[in-house]
């Protein structure tokens, strides 16, 4: 709010404008009362200068704080209106707006007409209580403004002298708006034609759901018909929000599931590698620890090997010493009597030796068997670590089965998605057959009507032709048919209005050429006639009375044939904009195919993250690829179909239009002929 005041008190003091006292006021008011809001500027019953208004236009302009504005009762008037509609222009911030009772015209509402055309944020507008509709041209430009305006949800209009040609404007303006939703008009002059003018346009728009006319002299006819226009957009309403929220619903559970597995796969990847990891260090250990037992095992051979050793040096000196005994048997024989003592001593000591080398023998028997146990221990704890090791290898064999598992259950769950989208697109197929039905029901009606109207023109000229004598009877005669038939004409427009479907923009505006030659064509025919029939009062003076009544009747079928070309206008207009409504449905159905597709990808890319993820899977992966392939094929198929019905819609429009151009042109032909031929 600080802010605003600053720029509001800078822009005064650049525009040499002193600041208004009021303003100034409700500035402060908002500034210190603690529960004002500050989305908010309420200047309404405040009398504001148009300097004043200049300034705040600016200072709006710019603003990015207040979100609803309201100057309701100030009595601005057009100039101070077209200063605040210049500077809402560039407003992002607003969306609610509030003009009541501010005396708006002429330059207002040119002024108010430009603020929407350039302002996309405004949401709701209220200008009851000015006088909008006193000048057509300047309410024209307000309703071309609401016609480009694609963010207005609500607009007020109630008791601003609303006149019938201005609900046509503001009728045209509602079939070109397709975000409009609530539209007052109570306590106006709408009439009888501005309420067909309404009718028609409700009839086109699909998004308006409420539309007050009270006080506006229309018939009950045409209030219930508009009535029910706006329960059937009601509907359709309901149903694309109900759509949408479908939509939305399966987006949220698609997305929650694509969370869910792959937070299980990350979980199941977390437990891979924490059981990996365990594994690796228990491997280490293992191999740690057999390293330990075979360096001791190393250490037992080592001293093994030396006891070895020494037992064979001990054999040896025991050969030795066999061998020195042998050789001193001799001595001993030549010196047992003098050495009987010696050999005694000898034996004694060879016994002691040898009960020493079989204590010595003993001794490393055992330290083998204790080295054998050993060995079994060690034996034992490998066992042991071998079976843990197929626990372990158990443990990753059944996180594998649950990883399959869970992939049976992403298979299931995408074929349910699938399921639905099959669904889906089958009842899109029933409604695009029936609404083809039903479009060529109606073309064979048109065309039926088309060449009984063509006969009856026929038949009418060869009377006029035949029978001119009698030209005062048949001048009646055809006023009457042609009142009818125009009726028949107008209801059999308002049916084709209503089911005629999709046209090129190249077409129309071919078309639109042509048009604009006929015309040039039937004003040189006029002026033809014209000449024709100064003529023919120059040479048929006797039958002056005659010639003024077949002249009033010319007039009089002049104009039959302008307001017929003024339909066929409506026409067009209505058939390019049925060929835009259709447009856009048809860019729906692409974005929904586009979303289809992305799933699609989506699909595809998870797919590939399981194959790398897990080997085991290729081939269900394989199987899963090959019906996406049949999808893709599927909506291919359905594309060409598509593209199939827009080519038959194109073609039964050609014809259509072919029809009543021929139409047309034989109608504006014959009254220029019966002059001539006169």
């Not at 603003?63 to 009762?73: A, G, Y």
């Not at 042998?326 to 001595?331: G, S």
């Not at 040898?354 to 028997?365: I, V």
Request: glycine fraction near 4%.
């Amino acid at each position: 709010m600080d802010e605003f005041k600053a720029v509001y008190l800078r822009l005064c003091k650049d525009n040499h404008v002193e600041p208004q006292e009021s303003v100034m006021e409700i500035l402060r008011s908002c500034k210190h009362s603690p529960g004002s809001s500050r989305s908010k500027l309420d200047l309404s019953t405040t009398s504001l200068s148009t300097e004043t208004c200049a300034v705040l236009g600016k200072a709006l302009s710019a603003d990015r704080l207040f979100v609803e504005i309201n100057f309701s009762d100030c009595m601005i008037g057009d100039e101070g209106i077209r200063m605040l509609a210049y500077g809402m222009s560039s407003n992002v911030a607003a969306k609610t707006l509030d003009l009541k009772g501010n005396n708006i015209r002429g330059t207002g509402a040119e002024a108010i007409g430009k603020m929407l055309r350039h302002n996309h944020t405004l949401k709701s507008l209220v200008l009851e209580w000015n006088s909008l509709g006193m000048w057509e041209n300047s309410f024209a430009a307000l309703a071309e403004g609401l016609a480009s305006n694609n963010s207005l949800e609500l607009l007020d209009l109630r008791n601003n002298q609303i006149s019938h040609d201005s609900a046509g404007e503001l009728g045209l303006a509602v079939q070109r708006n397709t975000t409009l939703k609530l539209l007052d008009l109570r306590w106006n002059n709408a009439g009888l034609l501005g309420g067909r003018a309404l009718l028609t346009a409700m009839q086109q728009n699909k998004t308006l759901t409420r539309l007050d006319l009270a006080g506006n002299n229309i018939p009950q006819d045409i209030v219930k018909a508009i009535d029910v226009a706006i329960a059937n957009n009601e509907d359709r309403e309901a149903v694309t929000s109900e759509h949408r929220t479908r939509q939305e619903i399966l987006g949220r559970e698609i997305k929650q599931l694509k969370t869910e597995k792959r937070q299980q796969m990350s979980d199941l990847m977390d437990k891979l590698d924490h059981q990996q990891d365990a594994l690796s260090r228990t491997s280490r250990n293992t191999a740690h620890r057999i390293g330990q037992l075979q360096e001791a095992l190393e250490e037992r051979k080592s001293a093994f090997k030396a006891l070895n050793s020494k037992l064979s040096m001990t054999e040896a000196s025991l050969a030795l010493a066999e061998q020195k005994s042998t050789e001193l048997v001799d001595i001993l024989d030549k010196t047992r009597r003098d050495n009987a003592e010696l050999v005694t001593k000898h034996q004694e000591d060879f016994k002691t030796e040898k009960d020493e080398r079989f204590g010595t023998e003993s001794r490393l028997m055992k330290e083998l068997v204790d080295v054998q146990d050993r060995n079994m221990k060690l034996e034992t704890k490998v066992d042991e670590l071998e079976r843990r090791c197929q626990q372990q290898k158990e443990q990753i064999y059944e996180l594998k089965e649950d990883i399959t598992e869970v992939n049976a259950e992403m298979k299931v769950k995408s074929s349910q998605s699938e399921e639905k989208l099959n669904l889906e697109k089958l009842k899109m197929k029933d409604t695009i057959r029936e609404s083809q039905q039903k479009h060529e029901k109606d073309m064979e009606r048109v065309r039926v009507d088309a060449e009984d109207t063509e006969r009856a023109l026929k038949d009418r000229i060869q009377k006029l032709e035949h029978h001119r004598q009698n030209l005062e009877e048949e001048a009646s005669r055809l006023k009457t048919l042609q009142v009818s038939e125009r009726m028949s004409h107008e209801e059999n427009l308002l049916q084709a209005k209503q089911r005629i479907k999709d046209e090129e923009l190249q077409r129309s505006k071919h078309l639109e050429d042509k048009i604009r030659m006929l015309q040039n064509a039937k004003d040189d025919i006029q002026q033809h006639s014209s000449q024709q029939s100064q003529t023919v009062a120059e040479l048929q003076s006797r039958l002056s009375n005659a010639t003024y009544e077949v002249e009033s009747l010319k007039r009089k079928i002049e104009d039959l044939n302008q307001e017929l070309s003024g339909k066929s206008n409506e026409t067009m207009a209505e058939v390019a904009k049925v060929k835009l409504s259709f447009q856009k449905q048809i860019n729906r159905m692409e974005a929904d195919l586009q979303d289809v597709d992305e799933l699609r990808d989506k699909c595809a890319r998870l797919e590939k993250q399981l194959l790398e993820q897990s080997k085991q899977h290729r081939e269900t992966m394989a199987a899963k690829e090959t019906e996406t392939a049949a999808m893709q094929e599927r909506l291919r198929m359905k594309d060409a179909e598509i593209a199939r019905i827009r080519d038959d819609e194109a073609q039964r429009v050609n014809m259509l239009q072919s029809a009543i151009m021929s139409y047309v042109s034989s109608s504006r032909i014959s009254p220029a002929s019966s002059p001539y031929k006169a």
